[in-house]
């Protein structure tokens, strides 16, 4: 109980947690196999967390199911009580889960519900490849489905929070988007066609105004120059037109220091991941150039297996510290609100070094 306990304070992922219940349940009750089962809203049913005694799992990790009538599965979801099944044998039907229940040689199961806020999540159970599981084997249950309760609050709680923090950023990049639009499809072409009309009045005016006009001109130019560079720093046209390596590779030929760039993606991103990799990319090229004293910045994208693995590396001064610096906060809060992690290496003297993955993969 302790173990577990402990996972859930440090917040252990979801599976290590719901294993982890499975095997000190299954232990703990002398049992065959033990399950961790979450329900779902179309009346199936989720193995999130098994484990067996030296045998072979036939409900894999992971599975869904159809809520069998007749299964522990089945009448916890019915009754919301705890359930137990002392002769399988008996039980009739032979759908997918039964089936496979049999060919484990499953004579006995338990089960007691989860609840949580109210509702219920799923069920634990025990079971057993010989006698009926003992009396009072659901009380002693209970403890385990409390501290699973605390658990999968915990997570909910995490996930609503990633989910926020997600969405947030999803409304500043939409945000972003337009206003990008808005200078480089009105305002900068109205500067354009300002500068070229003035242009043509500086070359018909006398010469004792052309200097003015001239000047007046070159001001503007470097104007619209400005504004250019606001709206790529907001989020570049050519992002959401050809994707993420061209924007990367415009983004590199800009940086007023080498950078090496290496990309190899696989699949298509997603706009919320594009719009991550790209910040963070102009992000740490922005600040090598001002605080890092580096000579070249190397950078290094791979996406395969739904995962996103982004290396940033200089041979600058070091000292980078995420705590004092907007930046580097702005990337972390990025990075994890999409359920990614950041990894930062930074000594004095010895450049920076930041390490990036970020699953694409839907998670619950």
């Given at each position: 109980m302790r173990r577990l306990a402990t996972l859930v304070a440090r917040g252990a992922p979801p599976g290590e947690i719901f294993g982890a219940v499975a095997c000190e349940l299954g232990q703990i009750m002398g049992a065959r196999h033990a399950a961790v089962i979450r329900y779902e809203q179309d009346a199936t049913a989720t193995s999130v967390g098994i484990w067996n005694a030296g045998h072979v799992a036939t409900l894999p990790l992971g599975s869904?199911?159809?809520?069998?009538?007749?299964?522990?599965?089945?009448?916890?979801?019915?009754?919301?009580?705890?359930?137990?099944?002392?002769?399988?044998?008996?039980v009739v039907g032979g759908g997918e889960v039964i089936s496979?229940?049999?060919?484990?040689?499953?004579?006995?199961?338990?089960?007691?519900?989860?609840?949580?806020?109210?509702?219920?999540?799923g069920v634990v159970l025990v079971a057993s490849t010989s006698d009926p599981l003992p009396e009072g084997t659901e009380e002693r249950m209970l403890n385990f489905t409390e501290l699973l309760v605390v658990a999968i609050e915990s997570v909910e709680s995490r996930a609503e929070l990633r989910a926020s923090r997600a969405r947030a950023i999803d409304a500043a990049d939409a945000t972003r988007r337009l206003i990008e639009r808005d200078l480089h499809d009105r305002m900068q072409q109205r500067l354009v066609s300002l500068l070229l009309e003035m242009r043509s009045v500086e070359a018909a005016a006398p010469p004792q105004l052309r200097a003015r006009l001239s000047h007046m001109a070159q001001a503007l130019d470097e104007a619209i120059a400005d504004l250019s560079e606001i709206a790529r720093g907001l989020l570049p046209v050519l992002l959401s037109r050809r994707g993420i390596e061209p924007a990367l590779r415009t983004l590199a030929g800009r940086s007023p220091i080498p950078v090496e760039l290496n990309m190899?993606?696989?699949?298509?991103?997603?706009?919320?991941?594009?719009?991550?990799?790209?910040?963070?990319?102009?992000?740490?090229?922005?600040?090598?150039?001002?605080?890092?004293?580096?000579?070249?910045?190397?950078?290094?994208?791979v996406v395969e297996d739904a995962i996103i693995r982004l290396a940033i590396r200089d041979?600058?001064?070091?000292?980078?510290?995420?705590?004092?610096?907007?930046?580097?906060?702005s990337i972390k809060d990025?990075?994890?609100?999409?359920?990614?992690?950041?990894?930062?290496?930074?000594?004095?003297?010895?450049?920076?070094?930041?390490?990036?993955?970020?699953?694409?993969?839907?998670?619950?």
């Open positions: 869904r199911f159809p809520l069998e009538v007749g299964t522990v599965r089945e009448l916890v979801a019915r009754t919301k009580a705890p359930v137990r099944v002392d002769d399988f044998e008996a496979a229940l049999r060919s484990m040689g499953v004579k006995a199961e338990v089960g007691c519900p989860v609840k949580v806020g109210g509702r219920l999540w190899c993606v696989a699949q298509d991103l997603a706009e919320r991941f594009e719009a991550t990799v790209y910040h963070v990319v102009l992000e740490i090229l922005t600040n090598a150039a001002e605080h890092a004293d580096a000579s070249v910045v190397h950078v290094d994208l041979d600058g001064k070091g000292g980078a510290d995420p705590e004092r610096g907007s930046g580097l906060l990025r990075v994890e609100a999409l359920g990614g992690t950041l990894k930062i290496t930074s000594p004095a003297g010895g450049g920076t070094s930041l390490l990036i993955e970020i699953p694409m993969a839907d998670d619950r």
